[in-house]
């Protein structure tokens, strides 16, 4: 048994939740810093200084946490289908206060909630492939039934975890954890929604592809 047959409903719903808590601390804890300011000093400058801060921190909670609504939440009952226009658009919000740019090329459809999840996933992981920031552009084959997701990622350094790279040549990971759990739980969507996971480190880059089964 691996440590992801291992993994619980329960114990894989509490690592979720501390990724996506781990990713809104930094911005609600600005806010938090800015607000102290605010009480704590008279200088005009310094509470302008400090209202920005409080702004761009809610942006970028608010961000985060519509994406991860999308990525990891339930979004809709059993079989509900999400409109990629969404996705599009929370994607874009998620990839405006990271390094990468996003250059979306998939068109505007319903597919079911779990492949959105999946594409959201891989951008997330596309994310983490371009340190130094870059571009991340993602286009889509096939029909809402049988798709391949294709994310192309570029930039002046590229590189995939090592995490990513040991379970593609599938050696699955001894221990999960919440600084790990995100490309294991891109694997389970994926398993789950019947479609193939491939990475892999180009010349010019890093290619992401998720393509169905069916």
Known sequence: MTAIDDLSALDLAALVASRVCHDI????GAITN???VLDEEDS???KEFAMELIRKSARQASAKLQFARLAFGAAGSAG???DLGDAQSVAAGF???EKADLEWQVPRLLM???RVKLLLNLILLANQCVPRGGLITVRMEGDPQTPTFELKVTGSTTKVPALVLDMMAGNEPERIDAHTVQPVYAALLARESGMNLEVVKEEDGVKITAASTA
């Not at 601390?25 to 609600?28: D, G, K, L, N």
């Open 80 to 82: 509900a289908e999400i």
């Open 34 to 36: 800015g607000l102290e």
């Open 44 to 46: 005009g400058d310094m």
């Open 112 to 114: 079911p909630k779990n």
């Open 25 to 28: 601390i930094s911005p609600v």
């Open 95 to 97: 990839l405006a206060n």
